[in-house]
T-cell receptor, first 111, second 113 residues
């Protein structure tokens, strides 16, 4: 089935550093979403992107919807310990359809 | 994840038993989605339901799995004659429809022994 390629698989960074992760697809999506999942919990929506080329910020998080509609990136600036978790990208074709998830980027932050 | 309630949080079943997973969507949400997550993997879509209707079940295994979202009460994901490979976290999400994002529940962790 359809897959999203998310990289890197894991990151170990120092507190205060910036983080960047991305997702690519062989197919076009109309919506890109970024989620964070803490252990034992469900994913929580961080940022939603609806237009090609759109750049959206949410506090220290910035995400962009690629111009080709086949990719997206998420940046986290000045990381803090509570940023630890698994970050997932997800693509959606229609406004009500199912989401296709990447395999996740596991972020570890050293204080 | 306040609002989308899933129960039980943990469920242990022996091979061959039935598992019933419940999901109560957020108030006012009439769209429900079920996803499965294996360890170290992303979530995989299973089924999309609106009240009393299955809209898209393209991700559901053809056998042993069924889902419903009745007019009254929670959505139910039912797995008959469970096998070890069914062990996973099952997440429900709800939305009000239209161009709004999903809200996920905290999941049910199914372990088949």
């Amino acid at each position: 089935g359809q897959q999203l390629n998310q990289s890197p698989q894991s990151m170990f960074i120092q507190e205060g550093e910036d983080v960047s992760m991305n997702c690519t697809s062989s197919s076009i999506f109309n919506t890109w979403l970024w989620y964070k999942q803490d252990p034992g919990e469900g994913p929580v929506l961080l940022i939603a992107l609806y237009k090609a080329g759109e750049l959206t910020s949410n506090g220290r998080l910035t995400a962009q919807f690629g111009i080709t509609r086949k990719d997206s990136f998420l940046n986290i600036s000045a990381s803090i310990p509570s940023d630890v978790g698994i970050y997932f990208c997800a693509g959606q074709r229609g406004s009500q359809g199912n989401l296709i998830f990447g395999k996740g980027t596991k972020l570890s932050v050293k204080p | 994840n306040a609002g989308v309630m899933q129960n039980p949080r943990h469920l242990v079943r022996r091979r061959g038993q039935e598992a019933r997973l419940r999901c109560s969507p957020m108030k006012g949400h009439s769209h429900v989605y079920w996803y499965r997550q294996l360890p170290e993997e992303g979530l995989k879509f299973m089924v999309y339901l609106q009240k009393e209707n299955i809209i898209d079940e393209s991700g559901m295994p053809k056998e042993r799995f069924s889902a419903e979202f009745p007019k009254e009460g929670p959505s139910i994901l039912r797995i008959q004659q469970v096998v070890r490979g069914d062990s996973a976290a099952y997440f429900c999400a709800s939305s009000p429809g239209g161009d709004y994002g999903y809200t996920f529940g905290s999941g049910t962790r199914l372990t088949v022994v």
